[in-house]
């Protein structure tokens, strides 16, 4: 699932939840989709041990639910964060399932997302987790894997695709022996610009991060305290 980036510079799509435009809150719902679907999606894997099938099942039917009920826009800052909040508002509706005795079969309303990308990004070092931990760390994988599609499009969009080729290969691939004369070589360089290109986009990479948690925090504090917990600072 491909979702802009939320067109309003670093309002809180919470708060646009509420919002009297009916595609603002649209665009809102959307941004929240893209940050969270595969967190819950694989807390119901990993935490519910649901089979696939429920899993798909039960992240599609919420957040149409959630769409339709309005019921995000219920949230209390002063309670607890938009995370936690969700997360509980999930459990909730994962245990009515299952008390209920039914799966929620897909048709009609539907939420069009990739499964199996999902499914491929499970890891296998949770038994240590609990359901809150596991769920906080896919959130931040998350919003992470966000911040990079955003700052992919950015760049191709401002013809720095060099840039973001090398800062993808140093900084995101799998192999992480690559040395900054080897990117000189394959990207045809000098060495000192693949300096400056890590440099830039690593600096390019936190603000998107900054703005993606500031998108979807709804009090300064919040924001704060979870870009402290993303990036060891804030702002």
Known sequence: MTVAPFPTTRRSVILALSSTDAAERGRAFDTLVACYWKPLYKYARVAWRRTREDAEDLTQSFFVRALEKESLAAYDASKASF???????????????????QRIKRGGGEVHLDFDSAETEIGRDSSALTPEEYFQREW???????????????????????????????????????????????????????????SAMRRRFREIVLDALREVTATDAEFRAESRALLGGGK
């Open 83 to 101: 995370r936690t909040f969700l997360r509980l508002l999930f459990d909730r509706h994962t245990s009515n399932e299952w008390k209920a005795g």
């Open 140 to 198: 931040v994988r998350s919003v992470f894997a966000v911040a990079v599609e955003r700052l992919r499009a950015r760049s191709l969009a401002e013809g720095k695709a060099t840039q973001f080729a090398v800062f993808e290969a140093y900084d995101l691939d799998d192999d992480r022996g690559v040395s900054y004369r080897e990117l000189a070589v394959r990207f045809d360089i000098p060495e000192t610009q693949v300096t400056n290109y890590l």
